[in-house]
């Protein structure tokens, strides 16, 4: 639930959402009759229309669910938008979004991230944003597999039926979209988040026979009126991101370089590494494509890369050299790699600022061997900001000259 609060406000600043109006209403009425039924697991839903003519919706976790005009357009009755209303509410209700993320990275982080994580207030989504994981930058929390669209076809069957809807429509509602797309499942962007699972008509029927019998006369009779304002809005504010879109990088700098700006902090990377966060956000994870490894088991780490976070300590009483020795701490219990060591803490100063450097070694994910971790601590507002310098040992001498640029292009505001 929170993931989906979190992703929603990025929706809203993305997509050409329509705050109110009978068109609004008209959808919201639709989705609290869903939301309303057992199976819909009691999740706080929210139903929202967006102003884009595009054949689309889809559903965040723990309940907002959009739907665009486009849906109304092209639909050819109530039952059919209900369809596509319960078939998101299904994906909420089955926890779809949030079991794609689990399958795919586990979580398990080297300890440097989630040293970082343990002291962010970057929320969830600036946490995932971190491994490249968001609504647009690998698709995973907007982007179901084959199975799953199945099972949210037969729960949306079962709670339109309870509803007074023909489920039928939801299938055909379907196949209509993918006959318009030429028979491509991928030709629209409906199907591209949701790919068909075969035949829905055909395993609809067997479901529905299954149900008990009811007269399907729910309809409100307020579709055609519906279909026209949706004719009659105006063009879109805003173009949606496409789902699987990379994540936009900051323009290139004179000097090739790129400048990623926090939430009180600005720092230049190398242009073909990767900025993985939030934009002012409070936290940062640049790398190169080829320092982020993905185990076969989903695992992500950063082999290669910097971290720049915001470490505030939970007593509210701040001491730079104190929490300096409380991050570092943390850092070298989380990651059993780096052994029961007591690292030299080193004062030393960075643009006029006093600052600590630590250097760790731990294993690295990359090749093996030896991986150096140089975590530099900064004095900033009352806390600390940290970052932490991330290589192989092998790679150290190259990537010093990158790294030391970096630490000294940090500006802090």
């Given at each position: ?29 639709l989705?609290?009759k ?24 889809f ?19 109530e ?15 089955l ?6 993320v ?91 988040s949701?790919?068909n ?15 008990p ?16 304002l ?35 902090f ?32 989903g ?16 007593d ?53 061997g ?44």
């Amino acid at each position: 639930m929170q993931m989906g609060r979190e992703y929603a406000q990025q929706i809203e600043q993305q997509y050409d959402v329509i705050q109110s109006g009978p068109l609004v209403d008209y959808v919201k009425g639709l989705g609290q009759k869903i939301a309303s039924q057992q199976e819909a697991n009691g999740f706080p839903y929210v139903f929202k229309v967006v102003n884009d003519p595009g054949i689309n919706a889809f559903a965040l976790p723990g309940g907002p669910i959009y739907i665009n005009s486009g849906i109304i357009l092209n639909a050819q009755n109530e039952s059919q938008v209900m369809g596509v209303i319960a078939h998101e509410v299904s994906h909420v209700a089955l926890r779809h979004s949030t079991n794609q993320v689990s399958k795919s990275y586990m979580i398990q982080l080297p300890a440097m991230i989630a040293g970082m994580y343990g002291q962010s207030r970057g929320g969830l989504t600036g946490m995932l944003s971190q491994l490249g994981v968001g609504l647009a930058s690998n698709g995973l929390l907007m982007k179901f597999s084959r199975g799953a669209e199945r099972q949210a076809d037969l729960l949306g069957a079962r709670m339109m039926s309870q509803v007074g809807y023909n489920p039928i429509e939801m299938a055909r509602f379907f196949e209509t979209l993918e006959a318009k797309a030429g028979g491509k499942s991928g030709g629209s962007d409906f199907f591209a988040s949701h790919p068909n699972p075969g035949n829905r008509v055909k395993y609809v029927s067997e479901e529905v026979t299954l149900l008990p019998q009811r007269e399907f006369n729910a309809d409100t009779g307020k579709f055609q009126k519906m279909q026209q304002l949706a004719r009659n809005l105006p063009t879109p504010r805003k173009k949606a991101a496409a789902p699987g879109e990379a994540p936009s990088q900051p323009p290139q700098n004179s000097d090739g370089s790129r400048t990623w700006a926090g939430a009180d902090f600005t720092i230049n990377y190398p242009s073909a590494w990767l900025g993985l966060g939030e934009a002012r956000g409070p936290t940062v994870t640049i790398a190169p494509r080829e320092g982020i490894k993905q185990e076969a088991n989903g695992a992500v780490q950063i082999g290669f890369g910097v971290i720049v976070a915001k470490y505030e300590d939970d007593d509210g009483r701040f001491d730079f050299k104190n929490d300096t020795q409380k991050l570092i701490a943390q850092i070298i219990q989380q990651n059993p790699s780096m052994g029961n060591v007591q690292p030299q803490i080193n004062q030393n100063q960075v643009n006029g600022r006093n600052v600590y450097v630590t250097r760790l070694v731990s294993k690295s994910p990359l090749d093996g061997g030896n991986e150096i971790d140089t975590v530099v601590t900064i004095e900033h507002r009352g806390g600390m900001l940290y970052i932490v310098f991330i290589a192989p040992e092998r790679e150290m001498q190259n990537a010093q000259g990158d790294f030391d640029n970096m630490l000294n292009s940090l500006r802090l505001q």
